[in-house]
Each structure stands twice: as C-alpha cells, then as structure tokens.
C-alpha cells in the first residue's frame, strides 16, 4: 500500500519534484529516535511509524493546497516543524504524509513594533539572533534553539526567563492558520487587516484552539505562519567562545550576570523567589536540581556516573539554590541597582553568593538541550505544571515519593523532587519533573510511571499541564473540566472531520495503552474499547511485535541493576 497516486502526484503539481519523496531512505531519515525526547519509551516503540511520503511546502498557500489535496483523496498527515519533540512528532498510521514545514521560512522584522513574522520553518536560533541584533530578544526552551520558533510557541514556550518575558500566550500575534478540513483561518489582526500586529482581534480568541495550555501536538491542522511578539534587551553583546561541544556566551560583565545563591532550607529558597518578584527585578530565577550540575560538569556518561554517586538521600535534601541572572536593560546603573535589591534579599534567608561563571550555555541561545539524556540515553519530562508558586513548590515532592516505586528502571537520584521556577514575576510558579532511563532496560515500568503520574495528579488534586494528547484522554477528560474529553473531541470532530490531521492524536496515548499489554495492570479508569474511539476503521496502525517491545524488541536484554 501506498499513497493515493493521484493525490501523491497532484502534490508534486504544488511543491515541485524536487520537494516531495517516497524513497524509502528518505523516510528514514524521518523515524522517531534513535535519541531524544520521549525515545525507547513504549509509546514510541508501538504508535511510531515511518511515513510512505514526505512534501515540503514552501509557504502557507502551498500547504493549504496540500491539505486541501490529502482532504479530497483521505491521506493521514503530519505537521512537521523540525521533528525534535520526538514520537509525538512522527507518523502513528501506515501510509501517512509528513508536511516537513523547514522550507517554509519566511522572515519578516517590525523594528518599530517588536515583533517577528515568521514561517513554521525559522528556528529559535534564528529568531533570537536576529532579535538580539535589533535590541530585542526571545524565549529559548530547554528543547533548544533548533527548534521551530512556532512550533515551540503552540506547544511550550518556556524557560526561566519567563520571570519577566511571561507566558507564551501573550507573545502570539496575528497568526495563519489552516485548518484540516482545508479552510484557511486568520487570527488576531490578520482578520481584518494585512498586518499581524495583534493577536486579539474582534470575536472570540481562537488562540486556545492552537495549543490549549501545552498544545495540541498537531490534530488541529497546521499553523503556518505567525507574528511573534519580542521583547527589549540590553545593547551589549554577548561573544561566543569555546570549542564545540564545550561552546559558551560570555556575557558583559556589570551588564548580564548570572548569580548563584545558596540557602538554608526550602522555605528560604520559595521566599527568596516570592520577594524576587515583589521587587520586579532580575530577569530569571530558577532552582537548579543536583544533577544538573553533574551534568554540567561531566565531560561524558562514565564521568557523570563518577560524580554523581557520591550523592545521596541526605545531600540532595540539604542542598537549596537559587540561580539569577541580572540584566541591566536600560543601563550599567539599573544592573547595579537590581544587583543591590538582589544581595539585600538574598541576605535576608540567609542566601551566600557563589562563584557562579560570566558566561550562559543554558537558556539565551540554549545549546545543550542535546547533553539532557547524556546519564542514560533517554529522557521525557513526566509533568510541568504552571501555578501557583506555592503549589509549584510542593507538588515535585508527591512525584518523587511515586517514582521510588518506578526506580529502577528510572534513573537513581536519591528523591530529587524535581524543578521549579518563578514565572511573571511570582505571579505564577512552574514546575517540572524529568525522568531518565536506559533504553536497554524494561521500559514498561517508564510507562506505567507516566500513567501513574497522572492518576496522582487527579488524586491530590494537582493541576497540570500535560493533559490533552499527552495522557489517555478519557482518564482525564472526566477528571478536569470536567470532561473536558468530551469538548476537545467535539472540536476535533468540527474542524477535522475525516481525522486526517495526525491520526489518532489526541486519542493516541488512550490507543497506546490499550494496545500495550504492559500497560493493562494500572487501567482502572473506564475507556471505551479501541473499537469505539471515534477513529475512522480505515487507519491501520504499525505492525509491531508487541511481546517483544519492553524489551527493545528483545534485541538486549537489560541487567543494569542486578
Ligand atoms: C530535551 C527537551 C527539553 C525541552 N525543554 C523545553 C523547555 O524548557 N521549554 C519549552 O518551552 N519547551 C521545551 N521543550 C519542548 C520543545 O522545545 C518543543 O517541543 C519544540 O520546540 C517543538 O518544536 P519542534 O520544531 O521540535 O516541533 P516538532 O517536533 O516538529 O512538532 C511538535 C508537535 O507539533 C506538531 N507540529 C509541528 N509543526 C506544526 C505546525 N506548524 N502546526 C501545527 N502543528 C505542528 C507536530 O505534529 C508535533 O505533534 C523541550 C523539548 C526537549 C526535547
């Protein structure tokens, strides 16, 4: 089975020849893994799939032609930005399209207003240097600065400097939008006028239906184009330096400085960031967790193992940061001014500055997001949750107490109760929860953490993120809203009605965990059968041994922790 030829060749009417392949090696280049995000789990090993074609459509009118040619012959498509979230990104149904949007990298700049126009194919990187050289900047995530600039802002759009920067939200502007059925939708300003200065516009916002809070990964069609807003910075340049891997920024000395802090206790800690808002300075303040600094510091695995377990229970439960950066916008003397309110504050827990390096490598140009899975091969964050900042300090410490029960296979790391954060000058909290594992070892137990987490969300009430595709559906479609399941398949249904927009997404962990046999044990929520979920029949999912896929296809069989 193939793509329909027509329809295979009508799309090489739009894109031209050039731009559009069927070559099984091509394909392959298009296949989740082998690292990164979310790889070796089991949602990948049973939803994941190589496309049968790939197209590269180089602006929006080419890829409402090709939506617009997969709704007339049913071809199953993937947006495609730059791949790097992992499975979510790729194939779930045989004989599907990706829609690789990398060519569609148009670049527009209002220096009198800030903000970008862009195309799904322009990367962060791209955009925060071209920012920084107008005196503006941008948020990078800890996925990195290779990632689609859009792509990232409908779906996450987060990093420390989100103290001051704020939600990603509110940096949507006017946006291109078209939609699986084949009309094109525009957003904010675009509605009525042909500039994207706003992202309001007259009725109802539709920005939700792009990301939700942490996207729709997708099923909604595809966001080709869209108006970024961005921020003042300082003029001050910052000067690569080092030798790949080990690059780094310098920053300005007396005009952009990160500044560590260690403090008593946890209490010290959330104080500090609480009075750090008050104050309205700084532009980030974040906890770092133990091992990220063994990372940091390791040179390679073998050297991160090294330094890593002369840690245990008691240290990491000692062990309170706050990290800083400083930016003098407007000049030298605001820096000095922040930099006084900053060391008052920090005094007062009774915080002692350490010598902490001139230089960022983590989140102006994040470049290391790569050296994330370095301990063991495979990496996914369970959780993030934007709060409160009471609640985004507490929730970390429930995670760590399920995670015992998961460890191994999960990497040791002595209950380490995650990553938090200031957001919006205190306004709201973020917290994160990352787990490590070897792709070699039985991954069910990965699964089922996953899974589990989300059970425990509901039981303690916990709001979170990573709800929507990222979970099954129907465990917590009845639990928030409540059913808001039944919301979210309803719109799916009003503007993808053929379900050809990235198949089975949002139902796809929900068809995971039915099929997955390892995953039977902990379903105690009540979903329909998979022969009920409104999928169209027509889809066929990958073929896959599923006895042999816990354990890496039984290729090896893991013995890390015998
Ligand atoms: C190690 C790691 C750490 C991360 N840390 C952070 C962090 O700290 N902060 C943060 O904000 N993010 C973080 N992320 C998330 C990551 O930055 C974003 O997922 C990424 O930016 C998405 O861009 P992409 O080009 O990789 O998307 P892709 O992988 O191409 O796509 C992601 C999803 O969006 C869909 N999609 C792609 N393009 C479009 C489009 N144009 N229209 C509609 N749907 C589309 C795809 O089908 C897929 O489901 C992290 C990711 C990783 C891997």
């Known amino acids: 089975m193939a793509i329909n030829k027509q329809a295979y060749n009508a799309i090489k009417a739009v894109v031209g020849e050039r731009y559009i392949s069927e070559d099984?090696?091509?394909?392959?280049?298009?296949?989740?893994?082998?690292?990164?995000?979310?790889?070796?789990?089991?949602?990948?090993?049973?939803?994941?799939?190589?496309?049968?074609?790939?197209?590269?459509?180089?602006?929006?009118?080419?890829?409402?032609?090709?939506?617009?040619?997969?709704?007339?012959?049913?071809?199953?498509?993937?947006?495609?930005?730059?791949?790097?979230?992992?499975?979510?990104?790729?194939?779930?149904?045989?004989?599907?399209?990706?829609?690789?949007?990398?060519?569609?990298?148009?670049?527009?700049?209002?220096e009198r207003h800030f903000y970008f126009n862009v195309g799904s194919g322009v990367t962060l990187a791209a955009l925060q240097q071209e920012c920084m050289n107008k005196g503006a900047y941008t948020i990078i995530g800890g996925g990195g600065a290779q990632c689609s600039a859009i792509c990232n802002l409908i779906?996450?759009?987060?990093?420390?400097?989100?103290?001051?920067?704020?939600?990603?939200?509110?940096?949507?502007?006017?946006?291109?939008?078209?939609?699986?059925?084949?009309?094109?939708?525009?957003?904010?300003?675009?509605?009525?006028?042909?500039?994207?200065?706003?992202?309001?516009?007259?009725?109802?916002?539709?920005?939700?239906?792009?990301?939700?809070?942490?996207?729709?990964?997708?099923?909604?069609?595809?966001?080709?184009?869209?108006?970024?807003?961005?921020?003042?910075?300082?003029?001050?340049p910052l000067i690569p330096s080092g030798v790949a891997p080990n690059t780094t920024l310098q920053l300005p000395v007396g005009r952009v400085a990160w500044q560590n802090y260690l403090v008593p206790t946890k209490e010290a800690q959330v104080k500090a960031m609480f009075e750090i808002g008050h104050a309205e300075i700084a532009a980030a303040c974040t906890k770092v967790p133990k091992f990220w600094r063994a990372i940091a510091k390791a040179e390679d695995k073998e050297e991160f193992w090294k330094i890593w377990l002369v840690e245990n229970e008691e240290s990491l439960r000692n062990f309170f940061i706050v990290r800083v950066l400083v930016v003098g916008y407007t000049s030298r003397e605001d820096y000095e001014y922040q930099m006084r309110v900053l060391n008052d504050i920090l005094s007062e827990v009774g915080g002692k500055a350490t010598p902490t390096k001139p230089s960022d490598e983590s989140w102006l140009k994040n470049a290391d997001s790569a050296g994330m899975w370095l301990m063991c091969g495979s990496y996914v964050s369970v959780d993030y949750i934007i709060e409160t900042l009471t609640q985004?300090?507490?929730?970390?410490?429930?995670?760590?107490?399920?995670?015992?029960?998961?460890?191994?296979?999960?990497?040791?790391?002595?209950?380490?109760?995650?990553?938090?954060?200031?957001?919006?000058?205190?306004?709201?909290?973020?917290?994160?929860?990352?787990?490590?594992?070897?792709?070699?070892?039985?991954?069910?137990?990965?699964?089922?953490?996953?899974?589990?987490?989300?059970?425990?969300?509901?039981?303690?009430?916990?709001?979170?993120?990573?709800?929507?595709?990222?979970?099954?559906?129907?465990?917590?479609?009845?639990?928030?809203?409540?059913?808001?399941?039944i919301w979210m398949l309803k719109v799916k249904d009003e503007f993808d009605p053929k379900w050809l927009s990235h198949p089975p997404v949002p139902l796809a962990h929900d068809a995971f965990v039915d099929r997955a046999p390892w995953m039977q044990s902990i379903k105690d929520w009540n979903p329909p059968k998979e022969a009920d979920f409104p999928v169209p029949k027509t889809f066929t999912y990958p073929k896959v041994d599923i006895s042999k896929i816990p354990l890496n296809g039984a290729l090896v069989k893991g013995d890390l922790y015998k």
């Open 155 to 236: 779906g996450d759009g987060w990093s420390p400097l989100s103290l001051r920067v704020g939600l990603p939200h509110r940096r949507i502007l006017g946006t291109e939008v078209v939609l699986p059925d084949g009309e094109y939708l525009a957003l904010g300003s675009l509605s009525y006028t042909d500039d994207p200065f706003w992202g309001e516009g007259p009725g109802p916002d539709l920005r939700g239906l792009l990301r939700g809070f942490t996207g729709v990964r997708g099923c909604l069609g595809v966001v080709a184009k869209m108006a970024i807003k961005s921020l003042p910075w300082q003029p001050e």
């Open 392 to 485: 985004a300090t507490q929730h970390g410490l429930t995670y760590a107490e399920l995670k015992r029960k998961y460890t191994p296979p999960l990497m040791p790391d002595f209950g380490d109760p995650g990553w938090f954060q200031n957001f919006e000058l205190g306004h709201q909290g973020y917290s994160e929860f990352l787990i490590y594992w070897d792709m070699r070892e039985d991954i069910s137990g990965v699964d089922q953490f996953y899974v589990d987490t989300s059970k425990m969300n509901i039981q303690h009430r916990y709001y979170t993120s990573l709800i929507g595709p990222h979970q099954p559906l129907y465990l917590t479609g009845p639990q928030y809203g409540p059913n808001y399941h």
């Open 24 to 110: 099984p090696a091509i394909m392959e280049g298009y296949r989740s893994g082998p690292a990164g995000y979310e790889n070796s789990t089991g949602y990948e090993r049973v939803m994941c799939c190589l496309p049968h074609a790939v197209c590269l459509p180089k602006n929006t009118k080419e890829v409402l032609a090709v939506v617009r040619i997969c709704n007339r012959y049913d071809v199953p498509y993937v947006p495609y930005s730059t791949g790097f979230y992992g499975p979510r990104s790729h194939c779930h149904v045989e004989n599907e399209l990706i829609i690789d949007l990398k060519r569609h990298n148009e670049f527009e700049m209002d």
